[in-house]
């Protein structure tokens, strides 16, 4: 099937494009950045010495250790990463896409690295316990705790997580309520709730997601999109998320998830044994270890990344096919698309490399030739 239809959409504008190059290039140096460090760490020995002085400031405690170990290593990357994310925030102003106050910011980050902290101190601790308590077969115990913390964190994180960011409140809108109640009903489902974002304290930006796990799953919809879309372009939205819904989308993700982890899991026990073979580390269990179980992790997560968006982009076709068949007009759908694209300054074509690997989304440009090919073959959804 040809789609021609997408040489008639609009292109991207120089600022698009800018701001977009600007945004991977941030991500980019990122990586760069505390993939260096963890090199750093573990070529100069800078990593023993942390756990040297973790165990002193412990008073040879191993967990409490553990902890100043994990408070250290975060510092050291926030402190490093602070004038990317400083130079973040200043490009989100610079393009028009922010209205956060500085101070409201500062303190969103604050609150962001102590909820990383918090569960990274977690995950660090079950996994050396792990290790002390079966060095062989560790990685398949931390594995099935890791994947029942990720499950846990899931659920809680649209009533407790995101709360922290925004505020979320029921959504009041009775005609946008009838409107998806048809829609669950013509999908012989029920979403449990659909809540506004007041994403507008912060951003200028244009979202909705479909969030959560079991009680707590709901569709939230940015109050931006809110106030500035047609009934029937919030419904064309709607739609898609409940087709993440219907789909399952959530728990297919998890379950993959689940099998690339143990994989994981088992690549960094493998490594982690050949290092202490190679007296890198004296013993198993030294936290030590820790920049290179972390080094090891970081370097399967960028080689799965083409993987994992892939996955993800198929999804996101899936849910807007669902959309396509449950509004009566495709119409708005498109218009929703460019609304969307202009307000947050998507990049509509970016190129293939850049699509493959960090677009979770097909581009707009892709996603509105699908819905116009749709058209083509359902002239009644004019
Ligand atoms: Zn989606």
């Not at 409201?104 to 909820?115: Q, R």
């Not at 972390?294 to 083409?306: A, N």
Request: charged content about 20%; hydrophobic content about 50%.
């Amino acid at each position: 099937m040809t789609l021609s239809a997408a040489t008639t959409q609009p292109k991207d504008t120089a600022e698009a494009s800018q701001y977009n190059r600007i945004r991977r290039r941030l991500t980019i140096a990122d990586m760069v950045l505390n993939f260096a460090l963890l090199i750093v760490l573990l070529a100069t020995g800078w990593n023993a010495t942390l756990r040297d002085w973790s165990y002193r400031a412990s008073g040879q405690r191993y967990a409490l250790a553990v902890f100043f170990y994990v408070l250290m290593l975060l510092l050291i990357s926030k402190v490093l990463g602070s004038a990317l994310d400083y130079y973040g925030f200043r490009v989100e102003h610079r393009f028009n896409l922010s209205n956060q106050k500085l101070k409201s910011w500062l303190w969103d980050e604050t609150k962001g690295w102590l909820i990383g902290l918090v569960i990274g101190v977690i995950l660090v601790e079950l996994i050396y316990w792990t290790i002390r308590i079966a060095p062989f077969k560790w990685w398949l115990i931390a594995w099935a705790i890791y994947n029942g913390l990720a499950i846990f964190f899931a659920q809680i994180a649209p009533v407790v997580l995101f709360p922290l960011f925004y505020k979320f409140y029921p959504l009041t809108n009775e005609d946008l309520k009838e409107r998806l109640v048809k829609l669950s009903e013509r999908a012989g489902t029920r979403v449990r709730g659909v809540y506004e974002w007041k994403l507008s304290e912060k951003s200028k930006k244009a979202n909705a997601a479909l969030a959560g796990l079991g009680a707590t799953r709901r569709i939230i919809l940015a109050d931006t999109l809110l106030q500035n879309y047609s009934p029937e372009e919030i419904e064309a939205v709607l739609a898609h998320e409940l087709g993440h819904h219907v789909h399952k989308h959530i728990p297919k993700s998890i379950v993959l998830q689940v099998g690339i982890s143990l994989i994981g899991f088992w690549v960094v026990a493998e490594g982690l044994a050949m290092a202490v073979d190679r007296e890198m580390f004296a013993t198993v269990h030294d936290f030590a270890s820790l920049p290179l179980l972390v080094l090891m992790s970081t370097v399967m997560s960028f080689i799965l990344m083409p993987v994992m968006n892939a996955y993800s982009r198929q999804k996101e076709r899936e849910a807007d096919r669902y959309a396509f068949r449950s509004i009566t007009k495709i119409a708005p759908f498109i218009s929703s698309m460019n609304k969307l694209a202009d307000q947050n300054l998507a990049e509509r074509e970016p190129s293939r490399l850049v699509e493959v690997w960090f677009h979770s989304h097909p581009p707009v440009s892709k996603r509105i030739a699908a819905a116009e090919a749709w058209l083509k073959e359902h002239p009644a959804s004019a």
